[in-house]
């Protein structure tokens, strides 16, 4: 027993330590004051202020946009690295290949930011292109670090899978892109999930890799924010990102919600279909019984 209220103090403690600074930035931001320190009574005008602050507004839909383009490439490229290494046991360079993939996840983001620099300056010497840094050269850095992450999500379940029924359906004559698509892809939907809304969160997040490889008029989130809080934290600052909390919950709920429903479905699915096979395998099985039973004493 005391090991158990001990355990759940803890529980407790921990959530608290990671949402409660959450609950008071939402309501910090329907604070009257422009002193964010001090409280002034309820209001939103902050938040109706945020429709005449372009600038921060801007900064957020180009960093949603980001985001969205992240996490589907990262998904996509993530999601075939984690089929080369967990599908292909052995081909040349498959060490070598594997530590590029997560590489991303060890190493620290200044000296990821900083190479990605170097090598799109050198580009645009060599080939000109990018010309100018802005939301491509910040899509191309988010893909290329938020890839691993999905990559390791996908390794995880692609590992757990069942290979008799991939098995089964080329038996049957699928090709095995028909496999992948049709098979492979709904059985790992829930981790390919759960990678796309991390990239998402990841991209939205990050502020280092967005100021080494951006330029004029590709200002993020995380940069505008932080560019703020050097000459103290604005009350818009408090709206804006309660906006964004709400809007990611909603979207985590969403996800969750729909991937937990097609899951169900699929293993209701899958168990009337064993029902199903159980039952007509009984059936023959009496049927049998009743063809080699002796005839009956007259």
Known sequence: MRG?????????????????PMVILVIYSFNESRLVTVWGGWSVKWYVGLLDNSQLMSAVFR???????????????????AFVLTRIPRFRGRTVFGGMV???????????????????????????WPQDRGVTTIWIAHTSFCSSYVAV???????????SIEEAAMD????????????????????????GMMSF??????????????????????????????????PEINA????????????TFFAWYFTRRAEKKRLQGLQEAMDATASEITQRERETATLTAPPANS
């Open 102 to 128: 997560t590489a991303p996840l060890v190493m620290p983001e200044v000296i990821t930011g900083l190479s990605l620099l170097l090598l799109f300056v050198s580009m645009a010497q060599l080939i000109g």
């Open 240 to 251: 804006i990102a309660s906006l964004i909390l709400l809007a990611v919950s909603l979207f």
């Open 201 to 234: 969160a990841l991209s939205l997040d990050d502020l280092v890799l967005a100021s080494f490889v951006s330029g004029p008029g590709s200002t993020t989130l995380p940069m505008e924010v932080f560019s703020a809080v050097r000459l103290g934290v604005k």
């Open 153 to 163: 999500v996908v390794s995880a379940r692609l590992r757990e899978l069942d290979l």
């Open 63 to 81: 960093s949603l946009e980001i985001a969205f383009y992240t996490a589907i490439s990262s998904v996509i490229l993530g999601t075939l690295a």
């Open 172 to 195: 049957l004559g699928a090709r095995p892109w028909k496999v992948f698509l049709l098979i492979t892809i709904p059985m790992i939907a829930p981790s390919l999930a759960a990678g």
């Open 4 to 20: 158990l209220k001990f355990t759940n103090l803890m529980l407790v403690l921990g959530l608290l330590f990671i949402y409660l």
